[in-house]
């Protein structure tokens, strides 16, 4: 079977499910009453922005090679700590940039295997990119996720080399909690990693950068694992929160937020940002009018400005 055949396939699967879904919802009538040329021109529409969709992902995947599970160390429980690499095609004979990047999900949700399209579309712009799994919560706190995120990066800077990868070039980046924990590993002594080993720290859309003062104002709960998570003692907050660690040795950083994301988010990178400008002043948020789960989305379409933003910034701060 030919790979137009395949890709067909997938898309008649895509309108049948979507098809089914309507009449699940009991829309049949829709279907029944519905002017057929206008129904045929909006799955005809559908079929195109899937095709779309797919050629995308199998380009992108053509221009890059991953490597998966690869182990990093190990957990607080002496279980394997795995990370995937996107390294680009024909990347011998050079030393590129390495971008580690850190999914969000509450502390308490996401895989690093749902980010494939963030490491294959940064890998197609010559970024060999890096995103380690680390244990949720309720099963491991929030110091030993970041333990494990620091694990992580020194692993890298000890072993990218072999990908191809300049170790003196690690950017490190994180979506939402994920920010939270790549900022913490790096900016929090407690975590021996050196500030100068690390070229830049990309912060987008970050929950829990200034986690103190969030559970100051509302305290953790069960709800969302939240006392496994952050604990009851204020001294675990301050540690992890990374505004406490910004100093004027911290690494040049590349804040975004979306306009409409959740209020604590706004707020503590408000917080985060003043502080920083003590030390980098000439840092300003890129603002942009999504919301908090858009704010990684929109990596899925290798033409979004985000990554020539990524790249300027790389550039400029490369060592």
Same mark, same amino acid.
Request: aromatic fraction near 12%.
């Given at each position: 079977?030919?790979?137009?055949?395949?890709?067909?396939?997938?898309? *008649?699967?895509?309108?049948?499910?979507?098809?089914?879904?309507? %009449? *699940?919802?009991?829309?049949?009538? $829709?279907?029944?009453?519905?002017?057929?040329?206008?129904?045929?021109?909006? +799955?005809?529409?559908? !079929?195109?922005?899937?095709?779309?969709?797919?050629?995308?992902?199998?380009? /992108?995947?053509?221009?890059?090679?991953?490597?998966?599970?690869?182990?990093?160390?190990?957990?607080?429980?002496?279980?394997?700590?795995?990370?995937?690499?996107?390294?680009?095609? =024909?990347?011998?004979?050079?030393?590129?940039?390495? &971008?580690?990047?850190?999914?969000?999900? =509450?502390?308490?949700?996401?895989?690093?295997?749902?980010?494939? $399209?963030?490491? !294959?579309? $940064? /890998?197609?712009?010559?970024?060999?990119?890096?995103?380690?799994?680390?244990?949720?919560?309720?099963?491991?706190?929030?110091?030993?996720?970041?333990? @494990?995120?620091?694990?992580?990066?020194?692993?890298?800077?000890?072993?990218?080399?072999?990908?191809?990868?300049?170790?003196?070039? &690690? $950017?490190?980046?994180?979506?939402?909690?994920? #920010?939270?924990?790549?900022?913490? #590993?790096?900016?929090?002594?407690?975590?021996?990693?050196? &500030?100068?080993?690390?070229?830049?720290?990309?912060?987008?859309?970050?929950?829990?950068?200034?986690?103190?003062?969030?559970?100051?104002?509302?305290?953790?709960?069960?709800?969302?694992?939240?006392? /496994?998570?952050?604990?009851?003692?204020?001294?675990?907050?301050?540690? /992890?929160?990374?505004? =406490?660690?910004?100093?004027?040795?911290?690494?040049?950083?590349?804040?975004?937020?979306?306009?409409?994301?959740?209020?604590?988010?706004?707020?503590?990178?408000?917080?985060? %940002?003043?502080?920083?400008?003590?030390?980098?002043?000439?840092?300003?948020?890129?603002?942009?009018?999504?919301?908090?789960?858009?704010?990684? &989305?929109?990596?899925?379409?290798?033409?979004?400005? !985000? +990554?020539? @933003?990524?790249?300027?910034?790389?550039?400029?701060?490369?060592?």
């Amino acid at each position: 079977m030919n790979l137009y055949k395949t890709l067909d396939l997938i898309v *008649q699967g895509f309108c049948f499910q979507i098809k089914s879904l309507f %009449i *699940q919802l009991n829309l049949d009538y $829709f279907f029944k009453n519905s002017n057929q040329i206008h129904l045929k021109l909006v +799955f005809l529409i559908m !079929r195109k922005i899937i095709y779309l969709g797919v050629s995308l992902l199998i380009l /992108a995947s053509c221009q890059s090679v991953k490597y998966k599970d690869v182990v990093y160390g190990q957990s607080a429980d002496k279980e394997d700590l795995k990370l995937n690499i996107f390294v680009p095609k =024909n990347s011998e004979n050079k030393k590129l940039p390495v &971008l580690l990047f850190v999914h969000g999900g =509450n502390w308490n949700s996401g895989n690093k295997d749902q980010y494939g $399209f963030f490491g !294959r579309n $940064f /890998a197609k712009k010559e970024v060999i990119t890096v995103i380690p799994a680390y244990t949720l919560s309720p099963k491991a706190n929030v110091d030993q996720m970041t333990a @494990e995120i620091a694990q992580a990066i020194t692993w890298v800077q000890k072993n990218i080399e072999t990908y191809h990868g300049d170790e003196k070039n &690690l $950017f490190v980046t994180g979506h939402s909690a994920g #920010a939270q924990l790549v900022a913490s #590993a790096v900016l929090n002594p407690k975590f021996k990693i050196p &500030l100068n080993s690390v070229a830049g720290i990309i912060l987008n859309d970050g929950a829990g950068i200034d986690m103190k003062d969030y559970l100051e104002k509302y305290p953790p709960t069960s709800e969302d694992d939240y006392i /496994a998570t952050w604990s009851k003692n204020p001294d675990n907050w301050y540690q /992890a929160s990374p505004i =406490n660690f910004l100093d004027k040795n911290s690494p040049p950083f590349l804040i975004y937020v979306g306009s409409k994301t959740y209020p604590s988010i706004t707020t503590a990178n408000d917080h985060f %940002i003043k502080k920083l400008h003590e030390f980098q002043p000439d840092v300003a948020p890129i603002v942009l009018n999504k919301k908090h789960i858009p704010m990684i &989305l929109q990596y899925f379409w290798p033409w979004s400005d !985000r +990554f020539t @933003e990524t790249k300027n910034f790389m550039e400029q701060s490369s060592k």
